[in-house]
């Protein structure tokens, strides 16, 4: 089956820097996107990488190694507001999205 | 401001009875969805629609009906309503389906059933 695997929660520090990982096993790979998700708010795109590498966005990064079949979400500087569930997902060869379940940041002051 | 709108933010309703979540979106997206977020679970997909007047079903469809008169209305329908249908609704578009673009997602459905 289809497998997308992320930590149910952690815990950092504000202006700490943290990494958030994502594995998957899916039936082919076409890319894998990065949302962020507020407590009782919609989920919103933060990144999209489809080679292998980093991708930088402000304080965000993301990276992805195909032949590992993983990925990871970097946020510098934490502040307060980046206290939120983050999710992975994978597009597989049929074009579906593959989600994870998210994984809960708590910032402490 | 160009979007997704989801109607009603919020409902409880009774065993049995029929519901219908509104979506609309204004972006002249071809592809939408209907996901479910529950606790501990990723977004499931009930159905979907690759462009108007076509709709396939996603990885939980039971229980849920959906159309797509046009480009920019995607109702979800629950026949007859059962507990384990209560959950967190987004409604979702993007420019195509089997794209590598982003999803846009409505601002969710609060749905329970009892």
């Known amino acids: 089956g289809q497998n997308i695997d992320q930590p149910t929660e952690m815990t950092a520090t504000e202006g700490a820097i943290v990494q958030i990982n994502c594995t998957y096993q899916?039936?082919?790979?076409?890319?894998l996107f990065w949302y962020q998700q507020h407590a009782g708010e919609a989920p919103t795109f933060l990144s999209y990488?489809?080679l292998d590498g980093l991708e930088e966005k402000g304080r965000f990064s993301s990276f992805l190694s195909r032949s590992k079949g993983y990925s990871y979400l970097l946020l510098k500087e934490l502040q307060m507001k980046d206290s939120a569930s983050y999710l992975c997902?994978?597009?597989?060869?049929?074009?579906?999205?593959?989600w994870g379940a998210g994984t809960k940041l708590i910032i402490k002051p | 401001i160009a979007g997704i709108t989801q109607a009603p933010t919020s409902q409880i309703l009774a065993a049995g009875r029929r519901m219908t979540l509104r979506c609309t979106q204004d972006?002249?997206?071809?592809?939408m969805y209907w996901y479910r977020q529950d606790l501990g679970l990723g977004l499931r997909l009930i159905h979907y629609s690759n462009t108007a007047g076509t709709t396939g079903k996603g990885e939980v469809p039971d229980g849920y009906s959906v159309s797509r008169a046009n480009t920019d209305d995607f109702p979800l329908t629950l026949a007859s309503a059962v507990p384990s249908q209560t959950s967190v609704y987004f409604c979702a578009s993007s420019e195509d389906r089997g794209s590598t673009g982003e999803l846009f997602f409505g601002e969710g459905s609060r749905l329970t059933v009892l």
């Open positions: 972006m002249r997206h071809n592809a």
């Open positions: 997902a994978v597009t597989d060869s049929n074009y579906q999205l593959i």
């Open positions: 899916t039936s082919g790979f076409n890319g």
């Open positions: 990488n489809v």
